[in-house]
Antibody, heavy 119, light 110 residues
């Protein structure tokens, strides 16, 4: 069973950078048909796709966030990461890492990590 | 800008069937089959229950089915069980926005 586990800071100050890492188990992020991505959810609200990347380099971002977001991967550790700069309170959310198979379906999700932006 | 619109709530009695709609504006649903549905319990991560309009992943009961007509996708839950009470989100590929989600529908089982 594919498992994804986020590790994040919990609390980030406004204007600073948010960084979260996702560790993948029972699957390789080098899989040819797998993209790896991020979805966030303001507690009690809807879901928002942030972006997805393939280990060979193709990376797609939500147009509304792309100026502040960078996705990267460390294949040696079977991990991928999200970096978001210049955060505000509006970025307070639960961040989920996901497997985005064939860039068509989000078929596996991490348990999510709550990131609060506050001074 | 494309968007997916779902009713905020739906309800049905045990054993009955319920259908949740997802309307896609600006071509978010019409013209392709990249439509998925996710089930989410409070405090838990979403779980994929339907992909490519009407396909179920392994392990998802056949009480769950999906369909699409024009700009609207639908999720039908047949033979409602108490455990079906959850939030349901549709998801589709919108050319202008990339991947977007509906606002979610809270299903109550009476």
């Amino acid at each position: 069973q594919v498992q994804l586990q986020e590790s994040g800071p919990g609390l980030v100050k406004p204007s600073e950078t948010l960084s979260i890492t996702c560790t993948v188990s029972s699957a390789s992020i080098r899989s040819v048909n797998a993209y790896w991505g991020w979805v966030r959810q303001v507690p009690g609200r809807g879901l928002e796709w942030i972006g997805s990347m393939h280990h060979r380099g193709d990376t797609q971002y939500n147009m509304s966030l792309r100026s502040r977001v960078t996705l990267s991967a460390d294949t040696s550790k079977n991990q991928f990461s999200l970096e978001m700069i210049s955060v505000t309170a509006a970025d307070t959310a639960i961040y989920y890492c996901v497997r985005h198979t064939n860039y068509e379906v989000f078929d596996y999700w991490g348990q999510g990590t709550l990131v609060t932006v506050s001074s | 800008q494309s968007a997916l619109t779902q009713p905020p709530s739906a309800s049905g009695s045990l054993g009955q069937s319920i259908t949740i709609s997802c309307f896609g504006s600006s071509g978010a649903i019409d013209g392709h089959n990249f439509v998925s549905w996710y089930q989410q319990y409070p405090g838990k991560a979403p779980k994929l229950i339907i992909y490519a309009v009407n396909n179920r992943p392994s392990g998802v009961p056949d009480r769950f089915s999906g369909s699409k007509s024009g700009d609207t996708a639908s999720l039908t839950v047949s033979g409602l069980l108490a455990e079906d009470e959850a939030d349901y989100f549709c998801n589709a590929y919108a050319p202008t926005n990339n991947w977007i989600f509906g606002g979610g529908t809270r299903l109550t089982v009476l």
